[in-house]
């Protein structure tokens, strides 16, 4: 049974708009018996000028949605929008030119150019694309992320908080209409991950960016304006103004780790009528 366009699609549009969108976005990988459907329909809506968390268990599909809304991975069916384009059924070209001029990336490993400084990491999809950088925009964000004397510093002799920090204005430097950060703090000690997350804050509420974040870690959820859930390739649950421990209590419902959870498969069926009650031990 399909669901009605006027019921409600998880992630809010804000009026600010939709920076982001998908409807019926579904993503199989291999074929036959063996077919995994990472994402099953998924419909969302990704606000502009917010801060989006994406979490779920492990296999639950967050990066193959993240992918998929980037342009990165190809979608099995449904439709995905990024603004008012729709980005499913581009050309790869098309695809490559949308995400270097419309798109921010921070990923787990920083992805840094070892023998480059700070300054010409950051600048570097630019330089690619042949695009001059917005100075004043470029000295906002590298005052923003406090990198102002670490600007002629290879990575080699940057701390990892800083590296990340050079990942995270090189993602906003061409001031993209969205930025995806899978597991930016993965790799971090707590206090470069904290700096890093209030600079992903700061860049949503200074500088008027769009973020989606893909993370393990309640308390990095927490800094966002609303979590999506993730299950199975769903979106189980979402929730507005996270706080840490609302979120780990929610994630203990998906992992069923805590025996008095029933209402994990409560959750569960209201999305999935074919879900059937978990026989934990
Ligand atoms: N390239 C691929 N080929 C086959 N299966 C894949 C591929 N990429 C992902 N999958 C499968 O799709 C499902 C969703 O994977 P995905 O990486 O999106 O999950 P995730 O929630 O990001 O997991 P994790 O938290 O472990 O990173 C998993 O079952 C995974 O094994």
Redesign the pocket.
């Known amino acids: 049974m399909s669901t009605a366009a006027a019921e409600h699609v998880p992630g809010h549009a804000s009026a600010g708009g939709v920076a982001a969108r998908a409807r019926g976005l579904t ?1 199989a ?2 074929s036959g018996e063996t077919t ?4 099953d329909s998924v419909d969302v809506d990704i606000a502009r000028g917010r801060f989006t968390a994406v979490m ?12 998929c809304l980037a342009g990165l991975d190809s979608v099995s069916a449904g439709q995905v929008w990024l603004g008012d384009t729709e980005i499913t059924g581009l050309k790869d070209r098309e695809l490559t030119r949308l995400r270097r001029d419309r798109i921010g990336f921070m990923f787990q490993s920083f992805n840094l150019i070892p023998t480059l400084n700070a300054a010409e990491n950051i600048t570097l999809p630019m330089d690619i694309a042949g695009k001059k950088p917005d100075e004043k925009w470029l000295d906002q964000v590298i005052d923003t992320l406090g990198l102002r004397d670490r600007l002629k510093h290879r990575p080699s002799q940057l701390s990892g908080g800083q590296q990340q920090r050079v990942a995270c204005a090189r993602a906003l430097a061409s001031r993209p209409e969205l930025i995806f950060a899978d ?1 930016p703090t993965g790799n971090l000690d707590s206090r470069a991950g904290l700096e890093v997350l209030a600079f992903l804050r700061e860049a949503v509420d200074s500088l008027g960016q769009t973020v989606v974040m ?1 993370t ?1 870690d309640p308390g990095a959820a927490a800094h966002s304006d609303l979590v999506l859930f ?1 299950g199975d ?1 769903r979106i189980v649950d979402e929730m507005e103004r996270p706080t840490a421990e609302a979120v780990l209590e929610r994630m203990r419902l998906f992992t069923g780790g805590n025996p008095q959870t029933p209402g994990f498969d409560v959750i569960r069926s209201q999305f999935d009528e074919s879900a059937a009650p978990a026989e934990e031990d």
């Not at 995994?36 to 994402?39: I, K, S, T």
């Not at 779920?56 to 992918?67: D, E, I, R, V, Y």
């Open positions: 993503k990988y291999g995994v459907l990472a994402l779920g268990p492990s296999g639950s599909g967050k990066s193959t949605l993240m992918h597991e893909v393990h993730l390739g």
